[in-house]
């Protein structure tokens, strides 16, 4: 059986602990405090989101039975691995650092050789029992400032007023695949075509990429049995492969004034398949999910749990890595086949201290730590800018100007609507009763609001071609199948750090943007590896960004003026009814505007005999032996869709990849 290793003695994976006072009050804190000042748990949190609901989500979870294990049995403290291990070292072929989208499908695709022998260093916890994680409605409490969290914080943003907020990202098997809002798609042609051209590596083109899809995708009926003829076209799809894909399984009551308006307004058209498989973006139609049977399907559930069997893989969990090891030089080449890590603080009951732990890797060692966490590690590795690492006294031991540079993510802005009558969620959501028949009725059969994902439908868009700002910069997106923005529909009141307001009802039409050219950076503060780095996306700091969410805001308002939305839609809600002029509308954004959690490029990949970029377009780092990177951070650009499918992919071709350099 695969070993996966608890590396935190008598670690229980905490859930906050709430006074009864607390669980009636308008709004509890996802940490379990009631105000910004006290946190449970020992985390620290700069600041918490509050919960979509007005009682305790986590007391409801606590009495659900538990998922059914798909993982081998969890070891407790394996301080010496060749205990759990059927070799009788700590050198293994190649050693993985991060249990996430990428570094899950690698762990599959590399030990199908019964020979090749892989470890995989997680730094948070299982996604056994984690309700939230397992159901698709509550995917919204899995992040932020929950133990399934790495509980970052951005740094004051200068296009957002100044503001900082939670920057969600994953921190238990699966990764974000196990956090995510389960939305899934592939890209664009024209992204998959243009890391070709930049990477001038024909394999990464879409006539190529395509093949993964079918490796990848196990397209599943919904659970509701409703006929899907219009929602997706089959032909497109796979259906044998490892990750779970379904329609939606719930209707939500604007599910037809949103497919209505696409027939009244030609501005947006329908696209019966949204997934981006041989076909564009553009247009609105049916969200396709990474869930089947109204549970999540991720990389742990899917590509971890079909190679569980394998006693060549080894999955340790509560490991968090400290740094990269420089085990050898050959020809002025230094390789960095060790890894050094330690157990995750507050993962463990035990009084005893952390010790640091090194492995090697025969092979290779396999970066998938996600655009934050690969640009920290190699930065505390002595592998970055110069800039950043003198300041530090970070000996530089290979000296590459782009890490933690290019960090491109994309937004999320929370337009919200009064309407009329009670066919929104929102009474649902405020009433205990009504939502725990809800969950009973999810975990008798995984049927209803909680087998579904928080919306059913969303469009891609771009701005017109005769747009002033396009004169004076060169259009950002992949090409003209490619879109600038994103809408996403939700029938209640869904808006990150803002509590449901006691009364009424409320849409929600999210505008994302799709194409920033703002970049940002991620920047280590310290040697401390456990130390937040600074997360800075430098969001809306160029003309185009700000232009094409003011466009964004003007195309919803069309959008829900359509006929369809006669006698439901009351109008904009909140700072947005006073947005009408630019100026008006810029600043509601600035004031409003937050992240999707999509972040690309900190590890850019560029063509071999390029000076910029960090990866060659086979995914090893520039100028080092030994070290490769496969997940978001390689992206040069960010994809023009949700990120999870890209990344699968990715992963799924770097596999292939890898095996044949196995060969060679």
């Not at 669980?23 to 105000?35: D, K, L, M, V």
């Not at 790495?150 to 957002?160: A, E, K, M, R, V």
Request: with cysteine; charged share 15%.
């Amino acid at each position: 059986m695969a070993c996966i290793l608890n590396f935190g003695a008598g670690f229980e994976e905490p859930r906050p602990q709430l006074s009864r006072e607390s669980r009636i009050a308008p709004s509890i804190h996802r940490c379990g405090c009631r105000n910004h000042g006290q946190h449970e748990q020992g985390v620290e949190l700069r600041k918490c989101y509050p919960t979509s609901t007005p009682f305790d989500l986590w007391q409801v979870f606590e009495d659900l039975p538990l998922s059914k294990d798909t993982h081998a049995k969890i070891h407790e403290d394996p301080v010496e691995l060749h205990k759990h291990h059927e070799y009788p070292d700590t050198d293994f072929d190649y050693v993985i650092v991060g249990a996430g989208n990428a570094g899950l499908v690698l762990a599959n695709r590399l030990t199908e050789d019964a020979s090749t022998t892989v470890l995989v260093l997680e730094a948070g916890v299982s996604d056994q029992g984690v309700v939230s994680a397992i159901a698709p409605f509550l995917a919204p409490q899995v992040t932020p400032n929950t133990p399934f969290d790495w509980n970052y914080t951005i740094t004051p943003q200068s296009g957002l007023d100044g503001r900082t907020f939670p920057y969600p990202r994953g921190k238990l098997l699966g990764g974000c695949s196990s956090a995510n809002y389960l939305l899934h798609q592939f890209g664009s042609i024209e992204d998959w075509d243009r890391i070709a051209n930049i990477s001038d590596d024909p394999g990464w083109a879409w006539n190529n990429m395509r093949q993964y899809v079918q490796k990848h995708e196990k397209f599943q009926a919904p659970i509701d049995g409703h006929n899907t003829t219009g929602q997706f076209i089959p032909s497109l799809h796979g259906f044998k492969g490892e990750v779970s894909v379904s329609l939606p399984v719930n209707n939500q009551t604007i599910d037809s004034r949103v497919i209505n308006t696409t027939q009244q307004l030609p501005e947006f058209p329908f696209n019966e398949d949204t997934s981006g498989i041989d076909r564009s973006l553009l247009g609105t139609g049916w969200i396709q999910s990474s869930a089947g049977g109204g549970m999540r399907s991720s990389s742990s559930t899917s590509y971890l749990a079909q190679a569980n069997g394998r006693p060549n893989l080894t999955v340790l969990i509560h490991a968090t890595v400290t740094k990269l090891v420089h085990t050898s030089s050959s020809k002025g080449v230094k390789a960095f086949r060790g890894v050094q890590f330690t157990r995750t603080p507050g993962s463990s009951s035990s009084s005893a201290g952390y010790s640091t732990v090194e492995v090697k890797a025969r092979k290779e060692v396999i970066l998938s730590a996600g655009s934050v966490g690969t640009a920290q590690v190699l930065q505390l590795s002595g592998i970055g800018n110069s800039e950043d690492l003198d300041p530090l006294n970070i000996p530089v031991l290979v000296n590459i100007p782009s890490v933690g540079r290019n960090f491109s993510d994309h937004t999320l802005l929370p337009n919200l609507f009064n309407v009329n009558g009670d066919d929104s969620f929102d009474h649902i959501l405020r009433d205990p009763t009504l939502f725990n028949a809800a969950i009973a009725q999810w975990t008798a059969n995984k049927t209803g609001l909680i087998s579904n994902p928080v919306a059913n439908h969303f469009g891609f868009a771009r701005i017109p071609a005769n747009s002033s700002v396009l004169n004076s910069v060169s259009d950002p997106a992949a090409g003209p199948e490619s879109p600038h923005f994103e809408f996403i529909f939700t029938n209640f009141w869904l808006s990150p750090g803002t509590s449901v307001p006691a009364e009424g009802s409320f849409m929600t039409a999210v505008t994302v943007l799709i194409s920033p050219t703002s970049r940002g950076t991620i920047k280590i503060r310290s040697t401390n590896p456990f130390e937040q780095p600074l997360i800075d996306p430098n969001y809306l700091t160029t003309d185009f960004d700000i232009f094409v969410m003011r466009e964004s805001v003007r195309a919803m308002l069309r959008f829900v003026s359509a006929p369809a939305w006669d006698g439901y839609v009351i109008g904009p809600a909140g700072n947005f009814s006073s947005a009408m002029s630019d100026d008006e509308i810029d600043a509601y954004v600035r004031g409003l505007m937050t992240t999707i959690f999509h972040p690309a490029g900190t590890a850019g990949m560029a063509a071999e005999e390029s000076k910029t970029g960090v990866v060659n377009p086979d995914l090893t780092v520039k100028g080092i032996d030994g070290l490769r990177i496969v997940d978001a951070s390689v992206f040069p650009f960010i994809p023009s869709s949700h990120t999870q499918g890209p990344v699968y992919i990715l992963a799924e071709r770097a596999a292939d990849i890898i095996k044949g350099d196995q060969k060679n």
